[in-house]
């Protein structure tokens, strides 16, 4: 038996959901969905430079969970920019937490 998801905690949404290649139509792009856990990984990692402790603990995740989700987001983000493929980022096992005393909103 599998072990269920977690709820992982971001801190906002991204400001833009989708992207794609210039100047190539919609219809004829393979679409790559980043969960928002990896848009958040990413952004706690690679953009802040936090250490991956720092960043789990922030997240509400183990330290293990956090590497294997940066690391999926990653080969996500590396196939559409490589490839040409569009980037659609929604959905996962998301809580957004907002204001500053961490108020909480599904």
Do not use: H, W
Not at 43 to 68: C, H, P, V, W, Y
Not at 71 to 98: F, H, T, W, Y
Request: glycine letters at 6%.
């Amino acid at each position: 038996m599998t072990r269920p998801f977690k709820c992982r905690r971001i801190s906002s949404s991204p400001k833009a959901y989708y992207f794609k290649p210039r100047a190539v139509p919609l219809c004829e792009l393979e679409e790559i969905t980043l969960q928002l856990d990896e848009y958040e990984a990413l952004k706690l990692s690679d953009l802040q430079k936090k250490e991956q402790d720092a960043a789990a603990a922030i997240m509400k995740i183990s330290r293990q969970t956090f590497g294997n989700i940066l690391a999926s987001a990653r080969r996500k983000l590396a196939d559409a920019v490589v490839n040409g493929k569009a980037l659609k980022i929604e959905g996962g096992p998301v809580q957004v937490m907002r204001g500053p005393c961490g108020g909480e909103q599904k």
